[in-house]
């Protein structure tokens, strides 16, 4: 799972290193604030690295006048909690749809490793960071 966690993590810094280069001011023009990241899945889940992923580059690229908070383990409630909690502006990100993603990119990340069988990596997740 190792490898799906990285497949993840790079999507999520790519995307925010995207959305903070287009057009973007500079980091001493940026106002300070906190965005907040939820999400119903716990921080053993490969979406979790992604979620960090974000969250140093965001506030790498806005010289810490950005901070990103990541609200997970179930703490909002259940999905729709959660996406209730962005519709009042409580979250200001969540992707309900993350689980269904990192499925659909298992396949291509397995191959990638040459991982022929899941079997051959299961148990395989370091948690230690």
């Known amino acids: ?3 799906l966690a990285r497949v993840v993590s790079f999507t999520m ?16 023009e940026y106002p ?3 965005i ?3 999400d119903v899945g716990n921080r053993n889940f490969g979406y979790y690295q992604g979620m960090v992923a974000f ?19 179930l703490k909002l409630g259940t999905a729709k909690d959660v996406l209730d909690a962005v519709q009042l502006g409580t979250v200001n990100f969540y ?20 991982v022929s069988r899941i079997a051959e990596i299961v148990g ?6």
């Not at 810094?13 to 001493?28: D, E, F, H, L, T």
């Not at 969250?55 to 383990?73: A, F, H, L, P, Y």
């Not at 395989?124 to 960071?129: V, Y």
């Open 124 to 129: 395989s997740l370091n948690t230690s960071r």
């Open 55 to 73: 969250k140093d580059e965001v506030e790498s690229k806005s010289g810490g006048r950005i901070k990103v908070e990541i609200i997970t383990d």
């Open 36 to 38: 907040r990241f939820g």
């Open 95 to 114: 992707n309900p749809r993350a689980s269904v993603e990192a499925l659909e990119a298992l396949p291509e990340a397995l191959n990638s490793a040459g």
């Open 32 to 34: 300070n604030m906190t």
């Open 1 to 3: 799972m190792a490898i």
């Open 13 to 28: 810094a790519g995307i925010a290193a995207i959305a903070m280069s287009c057009g973007a001011p500079v980091a001493a």
